[in-house]
Structure formats: structure tokens, C-alpha cells
């Protein structure tokens, strides 16, 4: 029981709340955040999926939902979500390889995935209009 | 336990309970989903909000369908995945966490099959 002597009375990492934010902190809790949030999404686009097999009353009840302004408003910040996730998992990716690990590549690397999120996510919502 | 010996104890499972599985499937999703994910969007985005035939219509063609069947399949691996991890560092109480691993094995797996049994059924 050793090891267990301090449980409970010990500081406890991270320390985030002593932490300047940086945006290697910042987008690595933007990644767990945007994950988390797009399950809801992914719920959302399955019941999308099931009204359209079921049929055209249970159809309408969830694509009304979905394309409301609140609807619209969840799936644009999902789309951002999604492209966020997206780009920034490439980079963890890259990471996993050994490549670009240094804090001024991941730095740099960080502005890019917030740039492209950005582009693309406009891009995306002007092809869907 | 103290039938066990200590090799037992050791072997496979340690105190960590997994080997790299998790973290090879966390990636071979991922890198599964960077295509998927830009082929699902492209259909989707094209079918949300055109109407009840026109997805149907849509997703009754075998391309759309197939990468919708893929982009579910994967996306919901690798979310059961993810919050897993989520659950794991966020949930001190062990008995609540337990149960909320159950629930993350159990409810992803559901969700993605009435995925997959929705684009079967409006593809067949």
C-alpha cells in the first residue's frame, strides 16, 4: 500500500489552471472537446438516417430539426468541428511518426490546422448552399 | 488472486489492462476516416435538406451508400474509442466508471448498426 499513502492528498497533473494557455494546450483540449461534441452529431446524422428509411413523416421531423436556424447553427459548428478534428488529427498523425515534433514545428504546424479549419469550413458550407 | 503466480499477473494484461490494441485501432480508424470523412461530407452535404427522394434517391445509388456504410462503421469505432479514453481520465469514482465503460462499449456499437441498417435498407 506504499504507493497509496498520499491518494487524494497528492497535487494532481496536469496543472492546467497554473498554465499559460498555449495553442499546443489549447488545440490538443480543442481536439478532446470537438471529439466529444461530434458524437452528438454522429447521433444526430444516424436518427437522419433511420427517419429516411422509415419514412417521409418521420423524415421530415428530424431534416425540419436539422435545417432549422438552431439545427443549421449545430451543423456548421460541427462542420468546424469536423475539419478541426480532422486536420489536427493528421497532425497527431505526423507526430506519431516522429515528424514534426519540435515546439516551433508544432507551433507553426498548430496556425496551419486553425487556418485550414477555418478555409474550409467556409468552402464547405459554400458547396452545400 | 493468490493462486495466481506472478508471471500470470503480468502476462498480456498488465496494469494497464491492454496491449497497443487500442492505440492501433485509435490510428487505422483515423487514417480510414481521412478519406471517408471527405466522401461521406460530399454526399451528405449535397443530400441534407434536398428532401425525403432525394436522399432516398441518393443513398439507393451503391457509391454513396458504400462510403456511408464505411464513414459509419469507422466513425463510430473510433468515437467508442476516443470517449473511452475520455471516460478513463475524466472519471475518478471506479464504480462509475465501470459502468460508463459498459455503457461506451455497449451503445456505440447499437448506434452504428442502426446506422448500417438504415443505408442497407434505403440502398436495398
Do not use: C
Amino acid at each position: 500500500m506504499g504507493a497509496d499513502a498520499n491518494r487524494g492528498n497528492r497535487p494532481l497533473s496536469p496543472h492546467i489552471s497554473i498554465y499559460r494557455p498555449q495553442i499546443t494546450s489549447v488545440l490538443s483540449i480543442l481536439h478532446r472537446i470537438t471529439g466529444v461534441g461530434m458524437s452528438v452529431t454522429a447521433v444526430l446524422i444516424v436518427w437522419w438516417f433511420i427517419a429516411a428509411a422509415t419514412g417521409a413523416d418521420q423524415f421530415a421531423f428530424i431534416d425540419g430539426i436539422l435545417t432549422s436556424w438552431v439545427g443549421v447553427m449545430v451543423m456548421v459548428a460541427s462542420l468546424w468541428a469536423l475539419w478541426f478534428h480532422f486536420f489536427n488529427g493528421i497532425r497527431h498523425l505526423r507526430w506519431d511518426a516522429g515528424v514534426g515534433m519540435g515546439i516551433g514545428e508544432s507551433t507553426r504546424s498548430g496556425k496551419i490546422v486553425i487556418a485550414l479549419s477555418i478555409v474550409m469550413t467556409i468552402l464547405t458550407v459554400i458547396l452545400a448552399i | 488472486m493468490s493462486f495466481l503466480t506472478e508471471y500470470k499477473r503480468v502476462a498480456g494484461l498488465g496494469s494497464a489492462k491492454s496491449g497497443t490494441e487500442h492505440f492501433v485501432q485509435q490510428r487505422l480508424t483515423a487514417i480510414a476516416l481521412i478519406p471517408l470523412t471527405v466522401l461521406f461530407l460530399y454526399t451528405f452535404i449535397g443530400a441534407l435538406g434536398s428532401g425525403h427522394a432525394a436522399v432516398i434517391e441518393t443513398y439507393s445509388r451503391p457509391a454513396p451508400a458504400l462510403i456511408a456504410i464505411m464513414f459509419i462503421w469507422a466513425v463510430f469505432s473510433h468515437l467508442r474509442l476516443g470517449l473511452q479514453v475520455v471516460i478513463e481520465d475524466y472519471v475518478p469514482d471506479h464504480r462509475t466508471q465501470q459502468r460508463l465503460l459498459i455503457a461506451n462499449a455497449l451503445i456505440w456499437r447499437g448506434v452504428a448498426v442502426v446506422g448500417l441498417f438504415a443505408i442497407a435498407r434505403i440502398a436495398l
